[in-house]
Nanobody
Framework: QVQLVESGGGLVQAGGSLRLSCAAS????????MGWFRQAPGKEREPVAA????????YYADSVKGRFTISRDNAKNTVYLQMNTLKPEDTAVYYC??????????????????WGQGTQVTVSS
């Protein structure tokens, strides 16, 4: 079992930055590929970014590529999402998720085993 707690969300103006954190407890953090997803009102949950167990590879949705950076600190059991040049369309609840599986697509939400409760990010125009 893994517990995930996100933090760092808030209200920011367009063009601004936020850094989300997701602290994990329970089973060994480095066993999990970690991902960030988001869900805007009235829309389906969508993948944002993911990072492999070692942190050696990262993956991004086209909509955030070049603006967002995912990273992890296995010693601190934490994954981060640095979000720069934020746009109003980035407004959503952001969730972190942990995936034990190998060989699955990073962007498939159904492959993730554990989810945090989410943190709200609101970008004003």
């Amino acid at each position: 079992q893994v517990q995930l707690v996100e933090s760092g969300g808030g209200l920011v103006q367009a063009g601004g930055s936020l850094r989300l954190s997701c602290a994990a407890s329970g089973r060994t953090f480095s066993y999990y590929r970690m991902g960030w997803f988001r869900q805007a009102p009235g829309k389906e949950r969508e993948p944002v970014a993911a990072i492999t167990r070692s942190g050696g590879s990262t993956y991004y949705a086209d909509s955030v590529k070049g603006r967002f950076t995912i990273s992890r600190d296995n010693a601190k059991n934490t994954v981060y999402l640095q979000m720069n040049t934020l746009k109003p369309e980035d407004t959503a609840v952001y969730y972190c998720a942990a995936d034990l599986h190998y060989g699955s697509s990073w962007s498939n939400a159904r492959t993730y085993d554990y989810w945090g409760q989410g943190t709200q990010v609101t970008v004003s125009s």
